[in-house]
């Protein structure tokens, strides 16, 4: 088994008032092996970007533990060892649009992280180190000098990946990187950041709202739903064998590619139960977990 590069423990991120909290994020564990992609779906809402936020520090957690290669990342760090976080973790956004600034070049966007950590002292290798990523993600050295609204929305998105790579990271959260693209353009995105996993030996935090994409990136999937993780296990046994009726609702979404089975098929709408006992994870199969109270584990395993 891999080493764990990242261990979640019973994360907490409330906002709002301390007397009636927004819970976006309400408990939730897991771990992310090196080397691996674990995707992160659900719902508009569920918390999935609040969870990739408070992995890279962007707020103090209301409350349980985040650890990288086994160092609490919120624990009372020096400013060199925080500098090291914030190189070894980066995120990719959802929108290419806005998470890129118009009026600056893709060679000062994608050298902004080196600029400030100071990694390259003359100009020529910095230029080079430009040049190098944007070939690593499929564009040319020439569109260092264009600026980001000059690109299209995949190109767009290519660029933000750069930026994301530009500090050698070891682990990247990809918010929702295709969401705003044309449905042509995803594939190649995911099979880029495919590529790269395998050159760079990145690890992944892969997070969608839906199914559809995430089997072809994904080798585990952890399932969201107002701010818990309701069911965890391998891309295999969440598409084949799932249990948690919110899972099983999100999979008759996923569109079919046969036109007709599609036309035929019946979306199954989720229906949420709040269980009167207590609810926890349970390991229902080895490495497959789902949340629920015990009788509701009965009922959906049965
Ligand atoms: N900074 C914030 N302040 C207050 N509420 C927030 C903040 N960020 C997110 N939320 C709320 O937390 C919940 C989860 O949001 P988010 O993590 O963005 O969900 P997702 O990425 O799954 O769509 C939502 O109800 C959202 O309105
Ligand atoms: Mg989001």
Redesign the pocket.
């Known amino acids: 088994m891999a080493n764990k590069l990242l261990e979640v423990k019973n994360l907490k991120q409330y ?2 008032s301390s007397n009636n909290p ?1 819970k ?2 309400d408990g939730i564990s897991f771990d992310v092996y090196e080397g691996e992609t674990l995707g992160l779906v ?10 990739g936020r408070s992995i890279i520090r962007l707020y103090d957690i209301t409350d349980g533990e985040i650890l990288f290669k086994g160092q609490n990342i919120h624990a009372g760090k020096s400013r060199k060892e925080l500098k090291q976080f914030n190189r070894e973790m980066q995120m990719i956004f959802q929108d290419p649009y806005a998470s890129l600034n118009p009026r600056m070049t893709a060679g000062e966007i994608i050298a902004e992280g080196f600029d400030i950590h100071g990694l390259y002292k003359n100009k020529q290798e910095r230029r080079e180190r430009i040049g190098e990523l944007l070939e690593a993600v499929g564009l040319n050295r020439e569109h260092a000098n264009r600026y980001a609204h000059e690109f299209s929305g995949g190109q767009r998105q290519r660029i933000g990946i750069a930026r994301a790579l530009s500090l050698d990271p070891s682990f990247i959260i990809a ?1 929702e990187p295709i969401s705003a693209l044309d449905v042509s353009i995803q594939a190649q995105v995911v099979n880029l950041l495919k590529k790269l996993q395998k050159e760079r030996n990145l690890t992944y935090l892969f ?1 969608a ?1 839906d199914l559809s994409m995430v089997k072809y990136i994904s080798d585990r999937i952890a399932v ?1 739903y107002r ?1 818990k993780i309701v069911e965890l296990g391998t891309s295999d046994e969440i598409y084949n064998h799932p249990i948690h009726p919110y899972t099983k609702s999100l999979l008759s979404a996923v569109p079919l590619p046969d036109p007709l089975t599609e036309r035929k098929r019946q979306r199954i709408p989720y229906v949420h139960e709040d269980a009167t006992e207590q609810m926890k994870v349970y390991e229902v199969l080895p490495n497959h977990f789902v949340y629920g109270s015990e009788s509701q584990i009965k009922k959906w395993t049965k």
């Open positions: 906002f709002g927004i976006a994020v659900g719902e508009s809402g569920c918390g999935k970007s609040t969870t918010d997070i709202h969201m701010g």
